[in-house]
């Protein structure tokens, strides 16, 4: 899944597209044009943008603010408590790409916070403690995480490569949405899509 950070590759694409179609465009005709994709007056903007968030990780201490000033709230991470978190790292990897930021203790991990890209989740396990996903508590109740996916298409097919099971295939949604729907190990749904 592409989003602003991949930018180069993304212009890079537009450009080879273009020469497929006897359309030539300069390496910079081509950064400026996906710098208007993303709504920015020019690449000079997207690339400060890109270097910020490169500096940056969900789970830094310092302060980071928006361009005006305000206080920015990056990103939120659903808590899972989960039976097994090695059972669940091995699936959020194997299956949704995701990387492990944190896990602890080495011994025996009862704790880890997993990400993939601006997507970040808390997992734990206590003895005892069972999941209780949405869904358990009223079938209608479906989802435990909304996960932004600015192309979906893409997504899907890079999960179903994976060999991803779905819950919902992929589809526009009666309210309005454009996404699928994977169940982990534990029984939390997670829907990844966009407005459409």
Same mark, same amino acid.
């Given at each position: 899944?592409?989003?602003?950070?991949?930018?180069?590759?993304?212009?890079?694409?537009?450009?080879?597209?273009?020469?497929?179609?006897?359309?030539?465009?300069?390496?910079?005709?081509?950064?400026?044009?996906?710098?208007?994709?993303?709504?920015? $007056?020019?690449?000079? =903007?997207?690339? %400060?943008? @890109?270097? !910020?968030? /490169?500096?940056?990780?969900? +789970?830094? &201490?310092?302060?980071?603010?928006?361009?005006?000033?305000?206080?920015?709230?990056?990103?939120?991470?659903?808590?899972?408590?989960?039976?097994?978190?090695?059972?669940?790292?091995?699936?959020?990897?194997?299956?949704?790409?995701?990387?492990?930021?944190?896990?602890? $203790?080495?011994?025996? =991990?009862?704790? %880890?916070? @997993?990400? !993939?890209? /601006?997507?970040?989740?808390? +997992?734990? &396990?206590?003895?005892?403690?069972?999941?209780?996903?949405?869904?358990?508590?009223?079938?209608?109740?479906?989802?435990?995480?909304?996960?932004?996916?600015?192309?979906?298409?893409?997504?899907?097919?890079?999960?179903?490569?994976?060999?991803?099971?779905?819950?919902? $295939?992929?589809?526009?949604?009666?309210?309005?949405?454009?996404?699928?729907?994977?169940?982990?190990?534990?029984?939390?749904?997670?829907?990844?899509?966009?407005?459409?």
């Amino acid at each position: 899944m592409r989003d602003f950070r991949d930018s180069k590759g993304m212009a890079k694409t537009l450009r080879e597209a273009l020469a497929e179609r006897n359309l030539n465009l300069s390496h910079s005709d081509s950064l400026e044009l996906v710098a208007r994709l993303f709504a920015l $007056p020019n690449w000079n =903007v997207l690339a %400060a943008r @890109i270097g !910020r968030v /490169g500096r940056e990780h969900l +789970l830094t &201490s310092a302060p980071t603010t928006l361009e005006h000033g305000e206080p920015q709230t990056p990103a939120v991470s659903p808590f899972f408590v989960v039976t097994d978190v090695p059972r669940s790292i091995a699936f959020y990897q194997e299956r949704l790409g995701f990387s492990v930021a944190h896990q602890a $203790p080495p011994e025996d =991990v009862f704790f %880890a916070i @997993i990400y !993939r890209d /601006g997507a970040q989740l808390f +997992l734990k &396990s206590e003895g005892g403690v069972t999941s209780t996903p949405n869904s358990m508590r009223h079938p209608h109740l479906r989802w435990d995480a909304f996960v932004f996916a600015p192309d979906p298409d893409g997504l899907h097919a890079d999960f179903a490569r994976r060999g991803v099971e779905f819950s919902r $295939p992929l589809l526009d949604t009666h309210d309005g949405l454009r996404g699928f729907e994977v169940t982990d190990p534990d029984g939390y749904v997670l829907f990844f899509g966009r407005p459409r």
